[in-house]
């Protein structure tokens, strides 16, 4: 499917009519209950599986629908904008399976990409770890040649979705005495691997729907046949896939912001006070202009990273981190005006702006944090 840098397509329009109908009638009924209780959004994950938009970026000569950058965007976007944790699901598929695709072999994507496409298995992603959060060359997880295997043994950190994946790239130093960010290598770990374990769930402040778990491996025997491109390529995969899914939450970030614009203007034009709609005060007006006008620059921007995705882009890179960085920030700006637009309901569980604010923080923190994206453009600007 082709793409203005700019404007969305006919198709990518009726794919977001699509998602929008499914997240009403399917995801977003269940978002207070899954927030409350903190659990795996199930009934998203069936209804993704069955509309195939579970992982919509699987090419299709692997069984998947082949939606390229913007289209799974746009899927993202609209999930979140009814539900942050249920959007993790198609986010963290692609982010988990995109080193796979960026550097994997053609044996290794016939193997994992089908069952992904099916909607069968989920796919996340391995990097981080407690002592190496933004420094990942720092870490720690080793893995070791035994004969034509690899014996992997560590921790990793923060990983979304973890326990209900079957599938985890993770990545490890495989040659301790190597220099730093070179001696790092890519494998795809199984669920069923023996020695592989979880840590136990985080409590966290917003996207409680999607569990986020330590990967424990204890002496885990990987067949050679799962690394994922050569020895020591592995944080320059890990680092290449960031920069095309980054902008995946750009787009989350987009689709919690207007979700919560959306219930602020329907609540102010409801809300009466001194005898008027609360929506005719200047003061409300300005803070919802605000409000409209970061969302529309953050979508923007957003829409053009993932055309810069998926032409592949020298210039990616610097796009994805502004992607990010501005939409996440946009995310927490309009979340928080949105609950203060609604006063002391704002405050309650009552209404889901409380929610909102709580998921969007995220999106400032993950794939890399905002002082982070704001280092990686600096540096393309001053290169």
């Not at 699987?58 to 539900?83: N, Q, S, W």
């Not at 796979?100 to 992603?125: C, R, T």
């Not at 070791?144 to 990545?171: F, H, P, Q």
């Not at 993932?306 to 981190?321: H, V």
Request: proline residues 3%; hydrophobic residues 40%.
């Amino acid at each position: 499917m082709m793409f203005d840098l700019y404007q969305p397509s006919e198709e990518h329009e009726e794919i977001r009519a699509a998602v929008r109908n499914v997240v009403e009638k399917k995801i977003a009924p269940f978002a207070a209950e899954v927030d409350a209780d903190s659990r795996y959004p199930q009934e998203a994950h069936d209804a993704l599986v069955e509309t195939d938009f579970f992982a919509a970026h699987i090419p299709e000569e692997y069984g998947g629908m082949g939606a390229d950058a913007l289209a799974v965007a746009i899927i993202i976007e609209e999930v979140a904008r009814g539900c942050v944790s249920s959007s993790l699901i198609p986010a963290v598929n692609k982010l988990g399976s995109m080193p796979v695709q960026l550097g994997g072999s053609e044996e290794i994507k016939k193997k994992y990409f089908p069952s992904v496409a099916a909607g069968e298995a989920g796919f996340s992603y391995g990097l981080s770890e407690r002592e190496a959060g933004s420094d990942t060359a720092s870490m720690k997880t080793r893995a070791e040649r035994d004969g034509d295997d690899w014996i992997l043994n560590g921790v990793k950190t923060w990983i979304t979705n973890a326990g209900v994946s079957e599938y985890y790239t993770v990545m490890a130093v495989t040659d301790p005495d190597g220099a730093r960010g070179r001696n790092i290598s890519a494998f795809v770990v199984e669920k069923s691997d023996e020695g592989f374990t979880f840590g136990e769930k985080e409590r966290k402040l917003g996207i409680k729907g999607s569990p986020t778990r330590e990967l424990l491996f204890d002496n885990v025997r990987l067949p050679g046949d799962r690394i994922v491109g050569e020895p020591g390529e592995g944080l320059k995969i890990a680092l290449r896939t960031l920069d095309h899914t980054r902008v995946t939450i750009a787009a989350q970030a987009v689709g919690v912001a207007q979700g919560a614009l959306d219930y602020a203007l329907a609540y102010v034009k409801d809300r009466q006070q001194f005898g008027k709609s609360i929506a005719d005060n200047q003061a409300i007006q300005f803070t919802l202009a605000d409000m409209g006008m970061k969302l529309e620059a953050a979508r923007q921007l957003t829409y053009t990273a993932a055309a810069k995705s998926e032409r592949g882009d020298d210039d990616l890179t610097y796009f994805g981190a502004a992607a990010k960085a501005f939409a996440s920030d946009a995310a927490m700006e309009i979340t928080t005006d949105a609950v203060q637009l609604l006063g002391g309901a704002g405050y309650v569980v009552d209404h889901p702006v409380e929610r909102m604010m709580r998921d969007a923080k995220i999106t400032q923190i993950y794939e890399g944090t905002n002082q982070i994206q704001r280092m990686v453009m600096g540096r393309k600007l001053l290169a």
